[in-house]
């Protein structure tokens, strides 16, 4: 269905991805030139704009984690941070404060997420402090809780050398929220895909796989939103990060991953 | 020139859509079986001549109200996109149905959900505060 009065038309969809963040720019000016003159589908476009917010206030505390997971570890991964409490001042808890809607809708759905990534935790720690893959392990979602280093954590706790596993940034910045983890077969061996969410953004996922020997590389972007992706070697990893943010971003979004990584300190 | 490593970035997206799906369809299964369970108990109830024990009400807030006034299909599509942040694409396919199927129902959803500016902003309950007195008999 086409809306009238404007010039280059504007669809029915276009007004629904202008409210949801899905145009491209030159769309997106087209829309809003065309909102500019057309009062009713401002209002309505306007009222849309309002749902979202609506929804996304009355979801935001329950979006938090349960305090059963440990909590995100801070940019410089160390063992405290796995470890750390997340029962802390201003943590809102499982949210069980939530309307009997939430229960039966919202929490289904994070629970099951969270159940398949708890299925595999197991399988994840030990792929993270093994350095040859094994076979079959494609299709695996892996908890939170060992995605960030948790061999590596371990193993220096107990004074032994660190495993030759990657570095896996903290994209918790930013509004991101990690969704899950999963296994996928490399070009050399594993690698690890991080998936995460912004309330208000499209998702991102980040891969790492080990690569034998120190190398490095500058960011190397390809492809175009929405499957941009950009691309670098660092500190004995290869990282890939996509998204369907446009390039500017994920180059920016890459370059903080990037100096995350440099700046961690393995001692 | 393609690039192996985003051909294979872009399988595991697609695979991560698919497991949501495989997420949606699962509440899907609960919520008829739950509403089957409400079914027999209201039923039972309404047998034995006391139906208002079957389905006690609880408190809802209106936003809660309003989205499940909405039918399924278009709560989902709706969420999809204002709460998950997928876009539309990624929400069709989720949902394994076509784009422009998609737009129908967000369009449908948006505009039985009405305006929030017309209705009272949804005030999540307190939680009590947990007292730090006891009371020793």
């Given at each position: 269905m086409w809306v009238s009065g404007s010039t280059p038309p504007v669809s029915e969809a276009e007004l629904h991805s202008f409210v949801d963040g899905g145009l491209d720019r030159a769309r997106r000016?087209?829309?809003?030139?065309?909102?500019?003159?057309?009062?009713?589908d401002a209002a309505r476009v306007t009222i849309w704009q309002a749902q979202n917010e609506w929804i996304r206030a009355a979801f935001a505390r329950i979006e938090s984690p349960p305090p059963a997971w440990p909590a995100p570890p801070e940019p410089k991964?160390?063992?405290?941070?796995?470890?750390?409490?997340?029962?802390?001042?201003?943590?809102?808890?499982?949210g069980f404060e939530a309307s009997s809607w939430?229960?039966?809708?919202?929490?289904p759905l994070i629970g099951l997420a969270f159940a398949a990534g708890g299925l595999a935790t197991v399988g994840a720690a030990h792929l993270l402090s093994a350095n040859a893959?094994?076979?079959?392990?494609?299709?695996?979602?892996?908890?939170?809780?060992?995605?960030?280093?948790?061999?590596?954590?371990?193993?220096?706790?107990?004074?032994?050398?660190?495993?030759?596993?990657?570095?896996?940034?903290?994209l918790t910045f930013d509004s991101y929220k990690l969704t899950g983890v999963q296994s996928l077969p490399g070009h050399k061996g594993?690698?690890?895909?991080?998936?995460y969410a912004r309330s208000n953004a499209g998702p991102l996922t980040l891969c790492v796989e080990s690569i034998p020997g120190p190398s490095e590389s500058p960011l190397q972007p390809t492809g175009h939103s929405p499957a941009a992706a950009v691309s670098w070697r660092q500190r004995g990893a290869d990282y890939v990060?996509?998204?369907?943010?446009?390039?500017?971003?994920?180059?920016s979004l890459a370059d903080s991953v990037r100096a995350q990584i440099e700046a961690f300190d393995a001692r | 020139m393609r690039n192996p490593a985003a051909d294979?970035?872009?399988?595991?997206?697609?695979?991560?859509?698919?497991?949501?799906?495989?997420?949606?369809?699962?509440?899907?299964?609960?919520?008829?079986?739950?509403?089957?369970?409400?079914?027999?108990?209201?039923?039972?109830?309404?047998?034995?001549?006391?139906?208002a024990l079957s389905l006690p009400k609880p408190s809802r807030d209106s936003l809660s109200e309003a989205l499940l006034n909405l039918a399924l299909e278009e709560r989902e599509a709706l969420l999809l996109v204002a709460l998950e942040g997928f876009s539309h694409a990624q929400a069709a396919r989720i949902l394994k149905i076509s784009r422009t199927v998609f737009i129908a129902r967000l369009a449908r959803a948006r505009l039985a959900l009405g305006n929030p500016a017309a209705t009272t902003p949804p005030a999540r309950p307190r939680r009590a505060l947990p007292s730090y007195l006891q009371l020793i008999k």
């Open positions: 000016e087209a829309v809003e030139a065309h909102l500019a003159t057309a009062p009713d991964l160390h063992c405290e941070a796995v470890m750390a409490d997340p029962r802390k001042p201003g943590h809102s808890g499982w939430h229960e039966r809708w919202f929490w893959p094994e076979e079959g392990d494609g299709g695996r979602i892996l908890a939170p809780q060992a995605i960030p280093g948790m061999a590596q954590s371990e193993t220096a706790m107990k004074g032994l050398p660190e495993p030759a596993a990657p570095l896996l940034p903290n594993q690698k690890l895909c991080l998936f990060l996509t998204g369907t943010l446009a390039e500017p971003e994920l180059r | 294979d970035l872009a399988a595991a997206v697609l695979h991560f859509l698919d497991l949501y799906a495989q997420i949606v369809e699962d509440h899907r299964a609960r919520l008829a079986a739950q509403g089957q369970r409400e079914n027999e108990n209201y039923k039972r109830a309404s047998a034995q001549g006391n139906p």
